[in-house]
């Protein structure tokens, strides 16, 4: 059974399902945010992902070109701590294992790369995992969490 642990010692993040998208992400945002060239970023169905204390988040625009965007960086309000994406619309929830508090060993390895593009200058990767432009062409954005 899966189970993984984020956050930090103010506000744990967990879920025991599994993702439902696991990708390297080479974004621009995800580059700004956490400085890396690429970044393991794991989607949840919304209320898979959970929140000890919601109260204790502060929430920022995730793309600061977009700030109205569906995506807002949760941090701990106590430590600053990157805790996970929210998704406005209330369809997915994000972890980003390496900057998020968890252990990114319990992950799956990341299924694909993307948003990589011939801009970001550097080769494209060719560790045997597919390269797309967005994400995975199967993908489907669930239905909002009422």
């Known amino acids: 059974m899966a189970h993984y642990e984020g956050g930090c010692e103010h506000v744990h993040v967990t879920s025991d399902a599994e993702p439902i998208d696991n990708h390297e992400c080479h974004c621009n945002v995800c580059k700004s945010v956490t400085g890396q060239q690429h970044t393991h970023v794991a ?3 919304y209320n898979d992902l959970s929140v000890d204390h919601p109260e204790k988040m502060n929430r ?3 793309n600061a070109e977009n700030p109205n965007g ?3 960086l949760c941090t701990c309000s106590d430590c600053g701590a990157a805790l996970m994406l929210d998704d406005k619309q209330k369809r997915i929830r994000v972890a980003v ?3 998020m508090g968890y252990d990114d060993a319990n992950f799956p390895d990341a299924s694909y790369h993307a ?3 011939e801009s970001k200058g550097y080769p494209k990767p060719d560790d045997g995992r597919p390269v ?3 994400l995975r062409p199967d993908f489907h954005w669930p239905a909002s969490a009422a």
Do not use: A, K
Request: a negative charge; charged letters at 15%; proline letters at 17%.
């Open 132 to 134: 797309y432009e967005g």
């Open 43 to 45: 989607f949840f169905n």
């Open 60 to 62: 920022q625009p995730f």
């Open 97 to 99: 294992p390496n900057v």
């Open 70 to 72: 569906p995506l807002e």
């Open 115 to 117: 948003f990589w593009d």
